[in-house]
Nanobody, 117 residues
């Protein structure tokens, strides 16, 4: 199982970014896939989750990103995305992709998102 995030960067407030989480070693469409983030000096917090395709690919978001972030998946590419709009300085963090298999938690290496003018 491997998760590789990409797409982070430095953007100004109000701009958009789309993060990617490419999965390998398993079919991500059959798993709950989540995005977390960790700001400097803070704990790692849950951001968004998407259920398996068989469960309807339902999505949930933490309150602070509702109506701004969208989690989605491309099953053909075995990739999960986090589309982020109207970014705010408080969105600055390292963003991580996460899944669980056989009671083992897997994380990607993270991708840095910095929102600053």
């Amino acid at each position: 199982v491997q998760l590789v995030e990409s797409g982070g960067g430095l953007v100004q407030p109000g701009m958009s970014l789309t993060l990617s989480c490419e999965a390998s070693g398993f079919d991500s469409s059959t798993r709950v896939m989540s995005w977390y983030r960790q700001a400097p000096g803070e704990a790692r917090d849950w951001v968004a989750v998407i259920s398996p395709r068989s469960a309807g690919a339902n999505t949930l978001y933490t309150d602070s990103v509702k109506d701004r972030f969208t989690i989605s998946r491309d099953n053909a590419k075995n990739t999960v995305y986090l589309q982020m709009k109207n970014l705010k300085p408080e969105d600055t963090a390292i963003y991580y992709c996460r899944t669980v298999q056989n009671n083992i938690v897997y994380w990607g290496q993270g991708t840095q998102v910095t929102v600053s003018s």
